[in-house]
């Protein structure tokens, strides 16, 4: 999604705003822009692709301004170019968005038909013509502002500039993050604390609704109704700010390696090491819970999938795990006091916060899995369950997807001791096994060479199957997005039993199948699914555990060992081999690792 800055400032600006910029790549783009304050005007700067068109825009035509915004657009209304790259001007008026205005076109017709001449095919002009429209009558900056607001539909972030007003930037929040960074003598707006990161750690979540008047030395916030509201000032640890990449080539690849840390981390929050029990955090009575529905998309969505083996399998409770976007729209049958969780490592996904609020607006109880705690979902949950893998920078999904993979395996340890379904003694045996989890993981990753070797033949593939059971079967999902997101190969995962009912046609001697077998109960059958395959003639790639590898039939094109866990793990120390294949074959296919062409980190419109 698009990322926004705003600074009022006290000393040049032009290179922050780019400076900022870089640290919103992440959030995928298109096109950027900067404007800013000169000599009585606002000038715009604006440029095609990556954000080093801009920087040879400017080193072409400086912008010499104190007080700016700045943007990266993801295209979703009108084409990406430099004619639909933010900031967009109407009259005295200029901004950047982040969001989408579902009625723009009938304003756009009224503005039209009012004589406006518009310069783009964004819904985003709109907005700047409405508030030079309110201008035009007389209002001052911040009612014309707060009048715009009141007629939008839809999801914002925005910034504003308004010619001849230098020392004021207005921004508004709804449906798309916001937040204000406090400086010395300086203010700054941004889509989130990695954007004001590089000149503040003093960071305000604006809320749903709010929006703001910065000035020098102050930030005015008003919520919905208009009424002035103080907002807390955070201390963002600078730890969670300030992204490098290390020694490592691209973020994934550097997150990869980080999963036994975030795991660990994530780990120790839900349990008591020192009595080996869990603790969730919450006063949720999971024996009188009669379902669980999880709602996610993409990633976040399989780790849903996998909290519902475990708690199924451990807790004998009731687990509905459903794409966002489909669930909100089927009128599920719901019952007040179950419970719904989402999962969502940026707490911002259109589809899965509204399915949310679909549940809540049930009389469910609500819960959220996620990365970002000040996220919206975060504000709008009866119970929060962090993860604790620090901000994740590659769009591709890793350390947070084993992260919520932990929250889930401590869920259903604690639902089930709380059910009954295990004993203290039991639990204190999977409390142990999640313990050790992190070695195991940072084992796995330790095949990273093994897999780099089989990497360049997967990079010539036209179509790669994943396979799997149980669990694995999640897993196969999880694996064949992450090799489609980052390298564009056509994937799919499967559930191994269902090979025979029509995806075997798909299998001969130019297919790779990865099986995801660890030695658990469904060994046998992934195994007969494996000679399956193999006499079609298959390139098996099979991914298991030195116990695996010992009963797996002969023939497989690479056998990949990973350490041996218990079942209660094992979705987390085999996601490091798929993950870590997906990473080598988009670096031999060149691809950008880090922000896949079409993608955005945090998908905020529907
Ligand atoms: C994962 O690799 C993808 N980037 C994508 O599927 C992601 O998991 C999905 O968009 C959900 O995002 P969220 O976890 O922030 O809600």
Not at 244 to 268: A, L, V, W, Y
């Amino acid at each position: 999604m698009c990322g926004i800055i705003g600074i009022v400032g006290k000393a040049p600006v032009a290179e922050r705003l780019v400076d900022s910029l870089k640290r919103l790549e992440y959030r995928g783009y298109d096109s950027a822009g900067v404007a800013g304050h000169v000599g009585g005007q606002v000038e715009r700067r604006r440029a095609k692709g990556k954000i080093k068109a801009l920087e040879e825009v400017l080193a072409a035509e400086p912008l010499d301004a104190r007080t700016g915004i700045g943007h990266v657009r993801w295209a979703t209304h009108g084409a990406p170019n430099v004619k639909n790259a933010h900031p967009h001007t109407a009259g005295r008026v200029t901004l950047v968005h982040n969001g989408i205005i579902e009625n723009f076109a009938e304003l756009k017709a009224e503005l039209a038909a009012a004589g406006r001449v518009f310069h783009s095919d964004t819904d985003t002009e709109v907005i700047a013509h409405l508030i030079d429209a309110e201008l035009a009558t007389g209002l001052p900056p911040l009612d014309a502002f707060k009048a715009t607001l009141d007629r939008l539909t839809g999801a914002y972030a925005l910034a504003v500039l308004i010619e001849g007003v230098e020392d004021l930037v207005l921004g508004a929040r709804r449906g798309s993050p916001l937040v204000v960074g406090e400086g010395q003598g300086e203010m700054f707006l941004g889509s989130d604390a990695l954007a004001v990161g590089p000149f503040t750690n003093r960071v305000i979540y604006l809320e749903e609704g709010d929006y703001v008047a910065l000035d020098h030395d102050s930030a005015r916030i008003f919520d919905a109704d208009g009424a002035p509201v103080e907002r807390p000032v955070k201390v963002v640890p600078a730890s969670a700010v300030m992204m490098e990449k290390g020694n490592f080539r691209h973020f994934m690849e550097k997150e990869i390696h980080d999963q036994p840390d975030g795991c660990q981390r994530t780990i120790s929050a839900y349990v008591d090491a020192l009595t080996a029990t869990t603790a969730m955090p919450g006063d949720l009575d999971f024996k009188a819970l009669d379902r669980i529905q999880i709602v996610a998309c993409g990633t976040s969505y399989i780790a849903g999938v996998i909290g519902k083996y475990l708690i199924e399998q451990l807790a004998d409770l009731p687990v509905d795990v459903e794409i966002a976007s489909e669930f909100r729209y089927r009128q599920p049958a719901l019952r007040p006091g179950s419970l719904v969780i989402a999962m969502s490592q940026s707490g911002e996904t259109a589809d899965t916060l509204a399915a949310l609020r679909y549940c809540k607006a049930k009389g469910m109880k609500s819960a959220v899995v996620v990365n970002a705690q000040e996220s919206t979902m975060a504000r709008e949950v009866d119970v929060v369950w962090p993860i604790h893998c620090g901000p994740e920078i590659g769009v591709a999904s890793t350390k947070a997807f084993t992260a919520q993979v932990s929250v889930m395996i401590a869920l259903a340890v604690a639902a089930a001791k709380a059910r009954g379904t295990i004993d203290a003694v039991e639990e204190q045996r999977l409390v142990k096994v999640m313990l050790e989890a992190p070695r195991l993981i940072a084992e796995a990753i330790g095949l990273e060479d093994a897999i780099k070797d089989i990497a360049a033949d997967i990079a010539k593939a036209r179509d790669v199957l994943y396979l799997g059971r149980g669990p694995m079967s999640a897993l196969a999902l999880e694996g064949a997005l992450k090799l489609k997101e980052i390298s564009y190969i056509h994937a799919e995962g499967y559930a191994a039993g269902e090979l025979k009912h029509g995806p075997i046609a798909l299998v001969d001697d130019q297919t790779p199948i990865i099986i995801l077998a660890p030695f658990d109960s469904y060994f046998e059958k992934s195994a007969s699914n494996m000679s399956e395959v193999m006499a079609r003639g298959g390139q098996v790639v099979f991914i298991t555990d030195p116990e695996g590898a010992k009963h797996a039939p002969k023939g497989a094109k690479v056998v990949v060992t990973a350490p041996a866990s218990d079942p209660l793990v094992s979705s987390l120390v085999m996601s490091a081999p798929i993950q870590l294949l997906a990473y080598h074959v988009a670096v031999v296919k060149g691809a950008d690792v880090d922000q896949p062409r079409n993608l955005a980190k945090s998908v905020t419109v529907e």
